[in-house]
């Protein structure tokens, strides 16, 4: 019942925040202690809980359980089958299908588009930079990073965006409305993307590859920040004495020299 009334009353003595459950609770205090007492006998990776190690483990063994119904594909996690079936859910509005690929459209003018990624066409042109997309809407959304518009607007904040898929994801900060779910902690997400980047801290897989010493990392920005260390590229600047740093971190560290006084 506490879904629907959004009652969570037990709360975290370290940071405040707030759970459902006992158990939610008692998971979230791992991220405090680092206690991962759950350890993968393959690679020693260790987990806080017996559900993210079974999840990881499906990555050795490859066993995938979880069985699309209608077209046999198999997954390791029941979230990822859950949304391999929204293809499906659409392709009855979707009639037009490639010849190439069998990709489904609704719409035979999404159809022609489409076909555009398999025969490389690009006709719409910026005149700026001369890059070309595949469809006018993109080029469109494009010409605005050089003319700096911003057409789309929050309605509570006024803060404004290019495109208008950012918009709605913003407006969730106001409204509170997390619709993204975790399947292995309930932990929810204002975007879909979010939400798969968390899964990774469940399953254990770090995609994202340094080229120059191999670390692998759950995601991009981790990457990126980790790319510092190799470039020797430093560009957090402390206004006080103009020294320099690699992360944003380090540097509000560095400040408290300058605001102990």
Known sequence: MRTHTGERPFSCEVCNKKFATPANLETHMYFHTADQPFVCE?????????SHLKAHLHFHTDDQPFICEICSKKFTTSAHLKSHMQI??????RP???ELCNKKFRKSFDLKCHVRSHTGERP?????CNKKFTMSSHLKEHVRFHTGEQPFICE?????FTRSSQLKPHMRLHTGERPFVCEVCNKKFTTLTHLKAHMRFHTGEQPFNCEDCSKTFTNSSNLKRHMLV????????C???KKRFSQSLQLQYHMFIHTAA
């Open 96 to 98: 037009l299908g490639c």
């Open 239 to 241: 206004e006080v004495c």
């Open 124 to 128: 719409f042109c910026c005149e700026v």
């Open 88 to 93: 499906h859910a659409g392709e009855r509005e």
């Open 42 to 50: 393959v690679c020693s990776k260790k987990f806080a809980t017996p």
């Open 156 to 160: 509570v904040c006024s803060k404004t």
């Open 230 to 237: 190799h470039t020797g590229e430093r560009p957090f600047s």
